[in-house]
Structures are given as C-alpha cells and as structure tokens.
C-alpha cells in the first residue's frame, strides 16, 4: 500500500507561537517577532521547527536575536512528538491502517 504522511498535530496556538515552514521568509518571520516584542510588549515568542525545519527555526530566531540589537536571550528547547502516517491499501476491501512514528 501507498503511505500518506498526516498534517503533525498541534496545540491551539497563541499569537506569540510561530511555526516555521518551508514557506517561511526570513524577513517577515523577523519583523513579525519586531512587532509582538516592541509592539505588542509580549515578554515572549515560541519559534518551532519540526525535522529539517530546527535548523531554519534556530537561524530565524538568531536573525531576530540580531534584529533586536541583542535585546532578547535565545533559549532552545527541544521535544518530541507523535507523527501519524496512514496506511492505504492496495486492495480496497482491505481496512485503512495507521501507524506512529
């Protein structure tokens, strides 16, 4: 059977979660992070990356570190989480599996 990778489950998010994709754009993840510190006077902002995406959320959060005249103390964390992939069948009478990973 062919594997279909779902979309990761995430918490409800909050204006100061930033989620890093592919699709992300350096300058407008900056100046979105710009605008809820010295704006919005939020204390904080959660940047995630999930897989390949660490190493850009990590380099997205030193830009903004440097944007921010080294105003802010980076602090990574890391975790683990669930993935679900679904398992369709050759065969159509067969049931769909799911497996974790």
């Known amino acids: 059977g062919s594997i279909h990778k779902r979309t ?16 992300s754009k350096r300058s407008a993840i900056v100046k979105r992070v710009r605008r809820l510190m010295l ?3 939020h204390k904080s902002v959660v940047i995630h990356g ?4 660490v190493i850009r959320a990590t380099s ?6 440097e944007a921010l005249e080294n105003q ?4 990574p964390t890391t975790e683990t989480i669930a993935l679900i992939d ?6 159509m009478d067969k049931d769909l ?3 974790k990973r």
């Open 8 to 23: 990761p489950q995430r918490p409800a998010s909050v204006p100061t979660d930033i989620y890093i994709s592919t699709k």
């Open 39 to 41: 704006k919005e006077n």
């Open 50 to 53: 999930l897989g390949a995406m």
């Open 60 to 65: 997205m959060a030193l830009a903004a570190q």
């Open 72 to 75: 802010v103390t980076l602090k």
């Open 86 to 91: 679904d398992i369709i069948p050759d065969d």
């Open 97 to 99: 599996e799911t497996q």
